[in-house]
Each structure stands twice: as C-alpha cells, then as structure tokens.
C-alpha cells in the first residue's frame, strides 16, 4: 500500500505571522495528504485523556510514581527487616537497622538510602541489599495490573457510597422499605 503524501516547501503554506528572511537558505518541507490537494491549517487533534490541571511541574501519574517509589523503599526496607531478624547468623545487621530506623525517616527513600551506604561498610551493605530488593519488587513482584484493578474499584464504591448516603440524607426515603420520598419543603 502506498502513501499518497507530497511534500511541499514550508513557504508555499499561507502564513498568519509576518515572514522573517531565511537566513539559513534550508528549505523547511511540511508533509501533506495528496500532490493535488491545496495546502489547508492543520486540524486540531482530539484527546481522550482528561487534563488535569495543578499539579504543578508533573504530572499526576509522575506524582504517584513518586508516592510508589518511596513505598517501593519502605516494601524493600520491611523485607531486609525481616530477613534480618530471622537470620539468627545475623543480629548485627538486624540491630544496625533497627538503630538506624530509629534515627532516620523512610519519607524521603533516595536519601535514606543514602544515608545508610555512608554510615559504615556494614551498613553500606545493607543499603545495597535494599537498593536490590526495591528493584526487584516494583519490576518482578508488584502486581501493576491489581493495583489499577484495586484503585478503580475502589474509587466506584467510595463514590457509590457517597452518592447514595447523599441521596438517603436528602430525599428523607421512608425506613421502612416503602420506598416513598417526602419533599423536605412541602
């Protein structure tokens, strides 16, 4: 199947703005639909994504793979936690973590990290060992396709509930099963 597409010099299209003198002398070429079809103003292209103003320099979804990140962390912490205290061969690392925890907030995931590789060798270690983890889970082990499940499912019974408990305050429906509205200002 072939294209039906032409290319037109850039300078041929009708321009709204005043020209500025082509210093380059390269020749700007705008791809077209038919060699014999006139040059028209592009069409708007139509999304069906919702823009959701606000958040700034990012995006929503930069923002929740931000919020994942730093659970990704605290996941991988939990688990070096874990295997830690049941390794019987390794205390040490269980209670240089239990310190440190006490010493260093998780909000922050990258810096904790951070600050856990400087501390000592030992504690190095263990930051490389969490740094893993985290890998892993988010690429291996995080059900993606159960957490938008989740999420969606819940966000409907959250506004299911709302909607209705709204409905209930409102219409003053009889308890009794009846099904009658009273109009509150009759």
Not at 4 to 15: E, G, I, K, M, R
Request: aromatic share 8%; charged share 25%; with cysteine.
């Amino acid at each position: 199947m072939e294209s039906s597409a032409a290319l037109v010099p850039f300078s041929q299209l009708p321009s709204f703005f005043p020209q500025k003198p082509n210093n380059n002398r390269i020749s700007k070429l705008v791809l077209l639909g038919h060699p014999n079809q006139e040059p028209s103003l592009p069409t708007r292209l139509h999304c069906q994504k919702m823009y959701v103003p606000g958040f700034g320099e990012a995006s929503p979804e930069a923002k929740a793979a931000n919020n994942l990140h730093s659970f990704f962390t605290y996941v991988a912490v939990r688990d070096c936690h874990c295997t830690a205290r049941e390794q019987s061969y390794n205390t040490e690392a269980y209670e240089e973590l239990m310190e440190f925890l006490s010493r260093h907030s998780l909000n922050d995931g990258d810096k904790f990290c951070a600050d856990l590789m400087r501390e000592s060798s030992r504690h190095q270690a263990l930051a490389l060992r969490i740094l893993e983890v985290r890998s892993a889970y988010c690429k291996n082990d995080f059900e993606w396709d159960n957490l938008k499940r989740l999420a969606c499912k819940m966000a409907d019974e959250s506004n299911t509930r709302l909607m209705r408990d709204y409905v209930l305050e409102t219409s003053h429906v009889d308890n009794e099963g009846k099904g009658e509205a009273t109009n509150p200002k009759s």
